[in-house]
């Protein structure tokens, strides 16, 4: 009988615990190490490695900031609503890419605030390449995307630019654009 008493407030002793903690407020996961990431390069068996010293992005992954990404579309290409949709996904893509090699914190930093991303146009290919190098200035990291012209539009043609970065200072740079 003693043994039954026993094995019966531990089960009750479990599930009470287990009650309280389901009810404790959770906290997001971040998915990417901000350790060392290294990834094969080419067929050649070359690795690339983070390099010893982080991108300055890496200073501003600071955890009250609000991170997002803005992606710039060219509205001069007249892309369909596809192919828009495709460039940004590459976009994307690339500058996680980098990310993921180069500025690991700021990624998940950006992951942590449930990866906003913002579409914006602007009329020439001149104008994102100033675009660019503003943000370069403030050191935030970019991609842009070269379409390879198999469809729509010429090959080489610099489509979308992703930036990312804290709001405010990525607002200094695409701020006065229009959403697309």
Not at 61 to 74: G, H, I, P, Y
């Amino acid at each position: 009988m003693v043994d039954w008493m026993w094995l019966m407030s531990v089960l009750l002793l479990g599930a009470a615990l287990g009650f309280y903690i389901s009810t404790l407020p959770q906290t997001r996961r971040i998915f990417v190490s901000s350790k060392s990431v290294s990834t094969n390069a080419g067929s050649s068996g070359n690795k690339k490695t983070k390099s010893k010293e982080p991108l300055e992005i890496e200073k501003l992954a600071d955890f009250r900031k609000n991170f997002k990404m803005v992606l710039v579309v060219r509205n001069d290409l007249r892309m369909g609503k596809g192919k828009i949709a495709a460039q940004c996904s590459h976009a994307t893509l690339g500058l996680y890419k980098k990310l993921l090699q180069r500025a690991p914190r700021a990624l998940n930093r950006w992951e942590y605030c449930a990866q906003p991303k913002v579409v914006v146009k602007i009329e020439s290919e001149g104008e994102m390449l100033v675009l660019q190098e503003r943000a370069k200035s403030l050191k935030l990291p970019t991609h842009i995307t070269v379409d390879a012209g198999k469809t729509q539009i010429a090959p080489n043609s610099r489509t979308v630019m992703a930036i990312l970065g804290p709001v405010d200072s990525v607002d200094e740079v695409t701020g006065g654009l229009k959403l697309m």
